[in-house]
Each structure stands twice: as C-alpha cells, then as structure tokens.
C-alpha cells in the first residue's frame, strides 16, 4: 500500500484512509478546532403491542449548541418490514443504518426470503464492534417477521438488549419514565401509539437536545405505516408573510417603455410536411 | 547507481506522515488501523480453520488454490479492476461494506490519473520513493 509520489493510491482495505491522522492529532495539539459533527441529542423509543411495534423519535438535530436541522429524519428504512431509530452522530446512523439494509438487500436476493430482525441486529452489533465506539451510533431496532414483533437496542460500542419497550438518547429518560408508568402487555395500538407520543413529548419538553415533531413508526405482519410529523406541539405561530407593498412605495423617478416587436415582422414561419414528432426537441 | 554516488529519492510525505520519529513510526495512527488490519488476516484464518474442520482440509486448500487463479489475473496497478470473479468466490459480492461507499472517486479529492509506472515500481521493490513510513 505505497503512494510513492503519485497522487492515487492503490485500494485502501475497508474504504478507510489514516494517512492524515497523525497530522490532525498534531493539529488538534496546536489548538485547531475541528468542525462539530451534528448529532441528534435526541429522543428515541420503541414499544411492543398485541400485532407489532410502534417505534418513536423526535425530529431535532443539534451541531453543539445550536439546532441544526427543526424536521430531520431520525427513523431510518432497513427492509419493508424493519425501521431503525438513530441517536448518536447523525452521519454514523444514517449510513450505518444505510449500509446495513443494503446488506440486507443483498441478502434478500439471495435467500429469496423477507430479512429477519435478528439478522439486521447481528449485523449491526458486529458492524459496530469492529470499529470500537467510534461510529457514535446508538439505535433503536424494531421490525416483525415470521417469529413474531421483535424490538432491540444496539449501543455504539456493539451491545445490543432485547426489551418489551426501550428508549436511548439524551431524553431517554423522560420517555422511559412515561413508559415505565404507562406499560402493560398486550396493548392495542390505538393506546400503543398514544403512549409513545407522550414519551417522546416528555422528551421534547423537558431535553434541551430534543425538540419539534413527534415522528411513528408502526410495524405490523402486513407492513410498516411510517407516519411522519403525526404530532407537531413546538408549531412556529410568528412565521413572517411578506406583505406585498403598493405600487408607489417605492418613488418612481423616470419611466421608459419599450415595445418588443412581434417576431412576425422579421421570421417567417414555415409549416413542415411531416411527422412533427419527428422535428428537432431542443427542450 | 549503488555506491558513492549520491541517490536521490522523491520527498518524503511531511504532511501526510509527520516529522520522522522511530517511536511515532512504529504505533498506528489511529488505535483502530492495526486493529483493522489484525482482523482482516484473522477472521481470515478463522473461517478456513472452520471450513477445515467440517469439511476436510482439501476443501479450504482448494478454495486458496482458486483465490490464488483469480489473484493472477490482474491489470496494472492504480487502474480500477472489479475483481468480479474473486468477489463471487468469496462471497464479497453479496456484500456491502464501506468501501463500496466511500471512496467511489466522485468524492475523492485526488481524481489525477494513477502513475502506473510508480506504482509497478512500488510493487516490484524497484521504486526510488522514500522507504515507506506506514504500517504494513
């Protein structure tokens, strides 16, 4: 794996390129401030009922201390049966996220079968695991296949939990006091639906790194109904309408009028034998 | 060229590499490169110890002797090679890793035609680059 002076190298093993690290750590020793990667101090929750799993995020992303996206999308697609919940840095969980159902993709071709939650979860776990922690992904899993409604969790480091009901991120523990009080078994999704809404206001409400709308997912045998901003408490009331001024707001000090010739007067305009599909589309 | 004659080699990479020093030298650069490239050649030898083990030991020696055919048909290198038939041998066609998503040439920085000729002398040993200063 030699540069050589050249400009391209051969294939890097993984896709991955340490060749500036040792300079950036020098770097960072001089006093160099890197850009913040925009994470999602978020709110994340997941919940089993009778049919399937109802799956729950808030929709704020913050780069340090200021928001940088008011409407992201924290629940992410792995298969038609299979949504992901991403806290963390919100590039790691959106690619990650991305690659794993790509993988699963693949595997879906092969096997000529619907993907499993477990097989998402595996490769998940081992995907994070191989690279230590440092893909800051924290993420809530939730899918039905033909074992039934499954829901996980899965830390950045590679541990993954098997839970009724569960929820990561910076208000994590606002929603999971709503859940702790509000769970029971066997739930319907009517109620299913409604508990996780005020987990994650709870979240909302009462986590500086969480905010705006409230995004569902629900996953049953049939299929997943991902309902985007179901909830919108934070509503932005002052949005300003331009009000369009009246003529002469603005004094007029000299007015010219031109007249554009018709092109009739210099083109002649020739009508084609033929086929007029077949004439030159220059759109 | 060997001898008293003095023997020029191109610049070392500065920027890339830092200042030379033995000790920085010798650690990574990053706690996870060594940690990458000890699993590469470990899940390796894992699953053909496993393969060894539950199908004979012919099995594994036979799927090296065809990773060796396809190895050998190669194009110089820096040009961009699919490696089609390795990947489907060993299974890599079916997936996908990071390196089917970054790196794709779109958005790499260094888009400047590979130097075929540096890179084959780099290959060969034959170079009159610096000594390289990453790990192997």
Redesign the interface.
Known sequence: ???????????????????????N??LEKQGLQTLKPWSTGTTICGVVYKDGVVLGADTRSTAGETVADKNCEKIHYMAPNIYCCGAGTAADTE?VT??IS??LE??R??TNRESRVVTSLTLLKSHLF???G?ISAALVLGGVDCKGPHLFTVFPHGSTDALPFCTMGSGSLNAMAVYESGYKEDMSKAEAMELTKRAIRAGIFNDLGSGSNVDLCVITSEGAEYLRNVDMPNPRTFTAVPKPFARGTTPVLKSKELRVPSLESRVTIESQEGDVATAMDTT | MEGSVPFFHEPVDTLRHGLPSAKADAQAAHPLQKKMISDNARERADKLGMLGNLYGTAFPIKMQIEEQMMASVQRLPGLPSSNLCAEALSGKLDDFDFADALGQGKDESETALPDVHALLEARLGVSKAAPTRELP
């Open positions: 794996m030699a540069s050589s002076g050249c400009l391209v190298s051969e294939q890097k093993p993984n896709g991955f390129d340490f060749d500036l690290c040792k300079r750590a020098w690619n991305g690659m790509s993988q693949l595997h071709f092969r191989r690279y230590q440092y």
